[in-house]
């Protein structure tokens, strides 16, 4: 027993420099493996900002990244207010929130329109069956039932009735599970979304934007902001409205989902995948979403906002990031056609 006592302590012994030497090299480790993950105050992460700017944040990453300096200082446009109930639920709602890209506008019309209805109409008719069936046919009324197993025209009918109806759904449904994972068209923006524990990252290869993250806002400082709680965060994904849009989605530890209802955007977020998810929003405006997979103990707290702004502010905004337009505007021609895989004469009829 003694025996394996100093075995033990002569071990450790043996391994206290190494651990003495490792320590500050683990200490740093641990700190730099921290910092990105620890749900810090927005004030104390380096990488986020002051919620009232959100471009300085991401200009502080730029220069991180060595991305060639803008030649002259272009300001961010102002952070967009939110509409109270768009891009967001509304109290009390029941049904779909209000879309804002075509694929939107199909689902709901085949929500609102079509399969709400269906299934009204056929409850409240085998509601009433029913409840003529046992009024009609109850012992008083009638002594001596018939006995009578087969017709055969209600049985074509209740046959052929239900997969009429099948098949009335089944032809809106499949269009819109294919509009859905329709590839991007090739002059879309290409942005990048990162799911992380438990935060976002969004960077914009197109325009040589390196990756930023985006972390919920306190409970003060986004009903500071008129924001929604637990649906803002600080730094929020800028896009143009009515262009086409390709996110490449991917989780950089677990499963996330990047979803946003008004935008009809539901996408997984896997590590080692990418997948894709294209669309054009309708409209300049605020549109929140959160995280839709279980992905650990923040899950709930890692919001989404999508801001769309006009394609003339949206490049006013690649520019205070430092970044520059895709596509190849007369002025940025030349750093345009190093970031940019479309050709610059498609590209020049596009901006
Ligand atoms: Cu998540």
Redesign the pocket.
Known sequence: MIKVKSLVLAGLLAMAPTLAMNAPALAQANAAAATPVAPTPVDADPKSSDPGAPADSADANVANASAPAPAAKVAAPPRMKPTEGIGMPRPGEVTLQEQFTSTGHTARWLHDKMLLPLITIISIFVLALMLYVMVRYRRSANPTPSKTSHNTFIEVVWTVVPVLILLAIAVPSIGLLADQYKPAPKDALTVKVT?YQ?YWGYEYPDNGIPEFVSNMLPRDKAEANGEPYLLAPDNRLVLPAGRPIKLIITGADVI?SFAVPSLWVKMDAVPGRLNEKSFTIDKPGVYYGQ?S?L?GAR?GF?PIAIEALPPAQFDQWVQSQGGTLKGAAPAATAQAKTVSPVPAAGAAAKI
Do not use: I, S
């Open positions: 799911g438990w996330h995280c997979e992905c899950h890692m």
